[in-house]
């Protein structure tokens, strides 16, 4: 009953004493029909997915893992002799040996399983992993269903392909391969994995009980699982079987196995959490969701979001982002003295790199994760009717940069900035002077007797914050102090077209209704409400709008990377500064010098007079500018400061519910912005700005 094949395996002779006909008929056959040598050889490994790490600026400080199975390939160096000992004890003791088959374990095997024995696989190591590696191979359902089956015409194949491999890889590779390919239960897929999940070490330093049972568990990883009532005993006894192998073959003494064979299984895993929601801190969430947010965006990572996101948890990435350690700490620091996470209302801050666009730290009283029940019921009576629940104290929805349902929030006067810019511009000087009164009836339509209109007109009419500013004031000590029918007839002046053109060319952007009064230059030219920030926007463009002056007037895309690494090492040239000039050179600097007007600051061009948070400057004590905003009836309280190095933008609002009746403390927001900037100056050396013309 025996069957000589002789060449069968490209130019191995196989005796008649080798293979028992009824073993190897369907062999035969296959090879019969397709000729063996004819056969594929050549075994294309595709990649594996792999973990994607997100870290701070500081390339150490890991802010979030993303990926579909956690896996992270690693070198053969960076795994124990311990575990390259204890998988061949478990899977295939003539590893060395062979040349990728084992025919006789083959024949052995066959005759075991057809007299009704327990049923023997017989694949060696490169077996298997070619097995592995064809499946993730596969490019449809079918196809690896087809890697896995278990029959003679897959066999064949799969022996054709292992030979190849022992000619192209050397025992080592194969090993790495095998060991990076492996999935080992509870998430963990390959070694590295493995060793972090059950252990929380890398392979490189796996015992020998640690190998052994990470072994065990690859021919079954859920019969295996140590963590389950029915998998411990059985891991257990599998973890000794390996041990006493691995005495048997000369990997270890007696005494070593029987060492091992006491160090008790742990019951429990350490699977590294996945996604924004899973951040080591979760005040990093907000970062980690608006990095996300941009990496969807982005076309270099695929065609569509389902190619990037797939980039992004498959691809291995190591990305350095430019969250800056210190300046997010001070930040959620400052915000946490001042505001509880349970209060319905939000302080939200996001702080910018001038002259690169680099976010470096976002973060509000609220934490970044799921509600898990804590939450109350929404402060909007509408969507506290409709069942909806409020934002906090835990939130995943982008409160500060906008996106999803968040449009964004009134500023108030911070948007007064925009107009001075396009005043400057068009030929106007900082000293260029309008006399005000306590209100202005202006030249913009609005509906005849309401709220905005001066009374009996169809005007808007605009109002200062208190009846004693009145007078005649510059850029200086309009900006410083806020006056309100200073800018308005300065818009009136300039045209509100281009007060709206500047800000868009300072990065605002625009949703919902507001695109719609500033769809074209005639609608915008009769926003006479544009300049007192009345349109939504987030504290992270209005940073990076101020951060545009400090940039001497380069505009550049707000971006969360620092540097981004392929899985090879190689750098990818995507999340770079990419500025362009908004204004020239001597506006960014005039408006800049008023600017220093509301935080304290001395101008040096002209005279302040007067600022809206002096104790900015005291606090700070570095150059700094910016601006208060408030809108009306206090419902948004917002304050902007900036250095040479740092932008930092405050609101605090009400995201569930802009209508709301509280009042916005500048009390609150302002120790927060102005105190989270100082912090992060402290100890960096003082840096004067520039001058127009320098």
């Known amino acids: 009953m025996l069957l000589i094949l ?124 070619v097995r592995m590696a064809q499946a993730y191979g596969a490019k449809t359902p079918q196809e690896a269903i087809d890697a896995t089956r278990d029959s003679p015409e897959r066999k064949v194949t799969e022996i054709k392909y292992a030979l190849q491999v022992e000619k192209d890889l050397d025992k080592k590779q194969i090993l790495e391969r095998y060991l990076n390919l492996a999935p080992f239960g509870n998430g963990a897929y390959g070694v590295y994995a493995g060793s972090r999940v059950y252990f929380k070490k890398s392979p490189k330093d796996l015992t020998i009980a640690e190998a052994a049972l990470l072994a065990g568990m690859v021919k079954a990883p859920t019969a295996f699982d140590p963590t389950t009532p029915t998998g411990y005993p059985q891991a257990l006894a599998r973890r000794n079987y390996i041990i006493d192998n691995m005495v048997s073959l000369g990997q270890i003494t007696k005494a070593q196995g029987d060492q091992a064979k006491k160090v008790k299984l742990g019951r429990t895993t350490n699977r590294p959490g996945n996604g924004c929601t899973s951040v080591a801190k979760n005040n990093w969430g907000f970062f980690c969701d608006y990095f996300y947010r ?59 790199e001038p002259g690169s666009g680099r976010v470096k730290a976002l973060a509000a009283n609220r934490s970044y994760k799921l509600d898990d029940g804590t939450n109350p019921p929404s402060s909007n009576p509408q969507a506290r009717k409709a069942g909806a629940r409020a934002t906090y104290p835990n939130t995943t929805n982008p409160i500060i940069t906008g996106g999803g349902d968040i449009s964004g929030y009134q500023a108030g006067s911070v948007f007064k900035m925009f107009t001075m810019v ?181 101008a040096q061009l002209g005279n302040c007079a007067g600022a809206t948070e002096a104790n900015a400057y005291r606090t700070i004590g570095h150059p700094i500018f910016g601006k208060t905003g408030t809108t009306d009836n206090d419902k948004t309280a917002s304050l902007v400061v900036g250095s040479r190095n740092l932008v930092v933008a405050g609101y605090m609002v009400n995201p569930d519910w802009a209508n709301h009746t509280d009042r916005m403390p500048h009390s609150i927001v302002n120790p927060v912005v102005y105190r989270t900037l100082a912090d992060y100056m402290d100890g960096q050396e003082q840096v004067e700005f520039k001058k127009p013309g320098e």
């Open 294 to 352: 941009w990496w969807m965006g982005q076309s270099a990572f695929g065609d569509n979001s389902y190619e990037r996101e797939r980039q992004l948890k498959t691809g291995g990435y190591r990305i350095v982002t430019s969250l800056d350690i210190k300046a997010q700490t001070a930040a959620r620091s400052e915000i946490s003295k001042k505001i509880k996470d349970k209060n319905k209302n939000a302080v939200l801050i996001a702080a910018v």
């Open 422 to 602: 396009a005043a400057l511009e068009n030929g106007l000087e900082l000293s260029h002077s309008i006399t005000s009164d306590y209100f202005y009836k202006s030249g913009y339509p609005v509906a005849r007797n309401s709220p905005a209109a001066c009374p009996g007109t169809s005007f808007y009419c605009p109002q200062n914050a208190s009846k004693n500013e009145k007078g005649t004031f510059n850029m200086w000590t309009g900006f410083g102090k806020s006056v309100n029918t200073y800018f308005v007839p300065l818009q009136e002046q300039v045209g509100a077209e281009k007060v709206v053109d500047v800000s868009k060319r300072f990065g605002l952007q625009y949703r919902g209704g507001d695109r719609d009064l500033i769809a074209t230059p005639e609608a915008a030219h009769q926003f006479g409400a544009f300049t007192l920030g009345v349109t939504a926007s987030t504290p992270l463009e209005i940073a990076n709008a101020y951060a545009t002056l400090a940039g001497d007037g380069m505009y550049c895309a707000p971006t969360p990377i620092k540097q981004i690494y392929a899985a090879n090492g190689s750098k990818v040239n995507a999340g770079q500064p990419a500025c362009k000039r908004a204004t020239s050179a001597d506006v960014a600097r005039k408006a800049l010098d008023a600017a220093r007007c509301p935080v304290g600051d001395h």
């Open 6 to 129: 002789c060449g069968l395996l490209t130019g191995v002779v196989v005796s008649a004493a080798s293979f028992p006909a009824f073993a190897l008929g369907g062999l035969v056959a296959k090879a019969g029909a397709q000729e063996f040598s004819s056969l594929p050889s050549t075994l294309v490994q595709q990649s594996t997915p792999q973990v994607t790490r997100v870290f701070a600026n500081d390339g150490k400080t890991q802010i979030a893992v993303l990926y579909d199975e956690f896996r992270s390939d690693v070198p053969i160096s960076q795994i124990s002799v311990n575990m390259q000992n204890a998988i061949v004890a478990a899977e295939d003791h003539k590893f060395y040996e062979h040349n990728g088959v084992d025919l006789k374990g083959i024949a052995r095997a066959a005759v075991n399983n057809n007299n009704g024995g327990s049923k023997q696989g017989a694949s060696t190591l490169t077996m298997q992993y």
